[in-house]
T-cell receptor, first 114, second 113 residues
């Protein structure tokens, strides 16, 4: 079956511009996660959505980062006024439920801020 | 704060040379330990979930084991196609109502023909 998809696969933007990254989870998965992977660093949790519950935003690094999930499916991660330190691979994952379930990852979006 | 440490950072093996990767963790209450494989330019690919000490799981040339403080990923007679970065993660209660994964930095495995 179809896995997690993300778009775009690569995004180059100028410092100060806003960007939107999209994630389409596996059908039927109620939990959706965003992570960031920087060179030489481990994956860093950003935000979590579970069903209709309020999202857990505890991992967002600053108020320039926001995310939404429409209709319990597709999610968009928005970064406003991008900075060079935002350059990283942004990974989306989904799972059947939150606790204890395997998370399945998409291919990621490589963001480069120049 | 939960921590996950993987060793070694990099490992080079000859084809057929068996070895083990280590993942040590400190958590307040383990709700799952996960192993993933990541190829360059791709997202992590799920391999195993372990929930309690003593548990073991196998898949082809890979076998994952779990103790109360660490997990091992044993690779038996590896092949060049096993070359990848192997990531370990623990399921961590954020305190804000969600369960995200806390990842180690990974072990980059290279298998030489």
């Amino acid at each position: 079956g179809a896995g997690v998809s993300q778009s775009p696969s690569n995004k180059v933007t100028e410092k100060g511009k806003d960007v939107e990254l999209r994630c389409d989870p596996i059908s039927g998965h109620t939990a959706l996660y965003w992570y960031r992977q920087s060179l030489g660093q481990g994956l860093e949790f950003l935000i979590y959505f579970q069903g209709n519950s309020a999202p857990d935003k505890s991992g967002l690094p600053s108020d320039r980062f926001s995310a939404e999930r429409t209709g319990g499916s597709v999610s968009t991660l928005t970064i406003q006024r991008t900075q060079q330190e935002d350059s990283a691979v942004y990974l989306c994952a989904s799972s059947l439920v939150g606790q204890g379930s395997e998370q399945y990852f998409g291919p990621g979006t490589r963001l480069t801020v120049t | 704060e939960d921590q996950v440490t993987q060793s070694p950072e990099a490992l080079r093996l000859q084809e057929g040379e068996s070895s083990s990767l280590n993942c040590s963790y400190t958590v307040s209450g383990l709700r799952g330990l996960f192993w993933y494989r990541q190829d360059p330019g791709k997202g992590p690919e799920f391999l195993f979930t372990l929930y309690s000490a003593g548990e073991e799981k196998e898949k082809e040339r890979l076998k994952a084991t779990l103790t109360k403080k660490e997990s091992f990923l044993h690779i038996t007679a590896p092949k060049p196609e096993d070359s990848a970065t192997y990531l370990c993660a623990v399921h961590d209660y954020s305190g804000a109502g969600s369960y995200q994964l806390t990842f180690g930095k990974g072990t980059k495995l290279s298998v030489i023909p």
